[in-house]
């Protein structure tokens, strides 16, 4: 018996119970609405294709059965596919050869397609002819969700347009409607598919730009660092010049009240050269603490690209050109890792810098603490020995 618009009435209901009863949820794209939109593509291309009668039945059959194999598994569905139309068509009384023709066709739609007939080109081309459809990212979407929820693989959305641009590329229409008419639109989804998988790699991007950048936190806590070192330093300097002023206070008049006592009392002699000694080494600590330390001002275009220079200091541009200041300055600031770096490396100089202040000063006030213990004893013993 050959295939006839009775028959393909049995068919379609046939096929579309089975899928409805048996289909799994995880189904997105595989559906019954897939099938009959593919049912209805191949009808338009067989017609504009000339297929006569019996291949227009022959194509529509094997259009409703095409994909009835997922109801038994998800990949090699094309067999299972032949399996169900070959022992459906059998209870219909369906001639042999016909049976092997549809068989033949839905093998067909395997991918990568090779049809050997009309007839089987004509299912390939109604099957994939959504990649020239204005609908196709709707149906894509659905597509890669059913990959996700089928655990096929699983894929992100800028991965599965990857895939999909390589897919359209690769893919060719067999008949000569798909190839006038259809492929224009394929050639425009593959263009839009391209503009979305650029926004999408330049959202991340962006994304992971923003996303390495420091926090308003970061900044706050740079901003109280620095403030309170500075306000440390600003401490040690005034410590430094209160004892500088005041050491130099006390030897100016130790000597004038004094020295003009030695012939008299030669014995003050010793005490004050003590006094004065500890007063003095007292000063020179002083000093040392607040004098600064300036390097050479200068640093090369290699540095920068090293992101060795901490362009935060003074003391290491004061020599340079301002063309090759503001270079280096619009390298730093374009780049935040160097950014950030250099503020790093600006609060572990600053603080090394407040530690040597801080152990000198503290050597400065010990000394001090010291010379007036022992001057004052001495000169104690030198007015009791009188």
């Given amino acids: 018996m ?52 019996d291949e227009m039945n022959i194509l529509l059959a094997s259009a409703w059965f095409h994909d009835t194999g997922y109801i038994k598994k998800y990949q090699g569905h094309e067999q299972e596919s032949v399996i169900i139309a070959e022992n459906y068509l059998k209870l219909l009384k369906v001639d042999e050869d016909i049976r092997e023709k549809i068989s033949e066709c839905i093998i067909a739609t395997t991918f990568p397609q090779l049809p050997e007939n009309k007839i089987s080109e004509v299912l390939c081309d109604a099957d994939l002819m959504h990649f020239g459809r204005e609908d196709y990212f709707e149906l894509a979407e659905k597509l890669r969700q059913e990959f996700n929820n089928a655990g096929v693989r699983k894929l992100k959305k800028v991965e599965f347009e990857q895939l999909s641009i390589q897919l359209l590329k690769d893919h060719t229409y067999f008949t000569s409607y798909c190839l006038a008419d259809i492929t224009k639109t394929k050639e425009k989804n593959i263009k839009l598919l391209q503009e979305s998988l650029l926004k999408r790699q330049q959202k991340k991007k962006a994304a992971l730009s923003k996303a390495n950048r420091y926090s308003r936190g970061v900044d706050s806590m740079f901003k109280l660092t620095a403030r309170n070192q500075i306000n440390l330093s600003s401490i040690a300097d005034n410590k430094s010049n209160i004892l500088i002023s005041l050491n130099g206070i006390i030897i100016s008049l130790g000597l004038v009240a004094i020295a003009s006592k030695f012939k008299e009392e030669p014995a003050i002699i010793m005490p004050t050269v003590v006094f004065i000694v500890f007063s003095m080494s007292t000063i020179i600590l002083a000093i040392l603490s607040t004098r600064p330390n300036i390097s050479s001002g200068k640093f090369t275009k290699d540095d920068i690209k090293q992101k060795k220079v901490n362009m935060l200091f003074f003391g290491n541009f004061y020599n340079m050109e301002l063309d090759e200041y503001e270079w280096a300055i619009r390298e730093m600031i374009n780049d935040d890792q160097y950014l950030y770096s250099t503020m790093t490396k600006d609060q572990y100089s600053l603080g090394k810098v407040l530690a040597k202040k801080y152990k000198l000063l503290r050597w400065a006030y010990n000394i001090f603490m010291l010379g007036i213990v022992v001057s004052v004893t001495a000169f104690l013993l030198v007015f009791l020995n009188m």
């Avoid at 009435?9 to 579309?16: G, H, L």
């Avoid at 289909?23 to 559906?31: A, G, K, M």
């Fill in 2 to 53: 050959k295939i006839n618009s009775e028959l393909l009435k049995e068919i379609e209901e046939y096929v579309s119970d089975l899928i409805l009863r048996e289909s799994s949820e995880f189904l997105n794209y595989h559906t019954v609405a897939h099938t009959r939109r593919v049912v209805q593509n191949a009808e338009i291309i067989g017609i504009q294709e000339n297929l006569n009668e």
